[in-house]
């Protein structure tokens, strides 16, 4: 109850106006977490398109291969990039053996962005165009071949493939690489219009 005269707020007031902050910030809630979801997703792609760009400009200027390696250990993947030490090209064995020396890395994206891991969504979604058919959940996120490793020539030509991120819910993303020209574009997955757009 007010004091006569007095200013303020009574008991009342201040319980419905705390009710429905608390309304306004729970319903609210989810789609800021989605954005920001969104958001991240979205960083990550254009983090690993950086990277890969970076790694087609340096094999055309240092004139060898150079390469991103892809490795998966408990459950993550992380990636190093490498140059071909000995003119075969950048292989794992020669990795191990210290032929092919590490330029930068290892990188991951669950420690600089957080809730963002190589991978799909938890439901079936439509293969990248043109291709057709469908990717399910739990397929390997990395389509490189079975070495998992994206290699550029000095000519810019690299071999192709596709990443894809996400956040496991609601937003993927597909880093493609395409051979033949080396070009690297990012797809975004609308899940609401249910099609890749770039």
């Known amino acids: ?12 007031e201040v319980a419905l106006a705390l009710a ?4 306004v910030v729970l319903t609210g809630t989810p789609v ?19 990277d890969l760009w970076g790694l ?3 094999a055309v ?15 993550a993947i992380s990636y190093t990039m490498h140059a071909d030490g000995d003119g075969d090209g950048v292989r794992a064995s020669d990795i191990a053996a210290g ?5 930068r890395g290892p990188r991951d994206l669950r420690s600089r962005f957080p809730g963002i891991d190589f991978g799909l969504l938890d439901v ?15 397929v390997d996120p990395v389509r490189f071949g079975r070495s998992d490793i994206i290699t550029f020539t000095p000519a810019g030509t690299a071999a192709g493939g596709t990443l894809f991120v996400s956040d496991g819910r609601d937003t993927v ?4 690489v395409y051979g033949a020209t080396g070009r690297i574009r990012v797809w975004r997955f609308d899940r609401h219009a249910w099609r890749w757009t770039l």
């Open 124 to 138: 079936p979604i439509p293969a990248l165009p043109p291709r057709r058919g469908v990717l399910m959940p739990g």
């Open 61 to 75: 200027a240092s004139r060898r291969r150079v390469a991103m390696r892809l490795v998966t250990a408990a459950g």
């Open 32 to 50: 800021l977490t989605a954005t920001l979801s969104r958001h991240r997703v979205a960083a990550a792609a254009r983090a690993l398109a950086s």
């Open 1 to 12: 109850m007010r004091k006569p005269g007095g200013g303020g707020f009574t008991l009342p």
């Open 173 to 176: 993303m597909a880093i493609v």
């Open 56 to 58: 087609r400009s340096e």
């Open 99 to 103: 032929i092919d020396p590490l330029i």
């Open 20 to 23: 429905l902050a608390g309304v």
